[in-house]
């Protein structure tokens, strides 16, 4: 499991906006390759989706805008469960350590 050590978050991150954008790029590092069988008979590729994949576009309105899009794998009591959010069901993804150039504005 890559572990959340909360000293290791960028001091100049003062939004949740932020920290979602931070996070999301730090999990495509991580697993960067990593690919699963999202859907039989997906037209994606062969079949396989990214883990975490990130793109920026220009919109329609001319802004830049930073896509992330993250399947996270839930535990199977997520559905029977209440007495969690729904954060506390997502299964770790790997054990890789956070870089260096993660951890510093």
């Known amino acids: 499991m890559t572990a959340l050590v909360r000293s290791e978050i960028p001091a100049g991150i ?3 906006a932020q920290l979602h954008t ?7 590092e991580l697993n960067r ?3 699963y069988k999202e859907a039989q008979g997906s037209a994606i590729d062969s ?3 990214p883990l975490v994949d990130t793109s920026i ?3 329609a309105d001319g802004t830049k805008r930073l896509i992330l899009r993250t ?5 199977p009591t997520y559905t029977s469960d209440r ?14 350590l956070l870089p260096a150039n993660f951890k510093v504005d």
């Open 33 to 35: 390759g990593v690919n």
């Open 22 to 28: 931070w996070s999301g790029l730090a999990l495509e």
């Open 47 to 49: 079949g396989l989706a």
């Open 71 to 75: 399947s996270m794998e839930l535990a």
């Open 14 to 16: 003062t939004t949740i």
């Open 83 to 96: 007495s969690k959010k729904m954060w506390m069901f997502t299964q770790n993804m790997s054990n890789a």
């Open 57 to 59: 576009i220009s919109a």
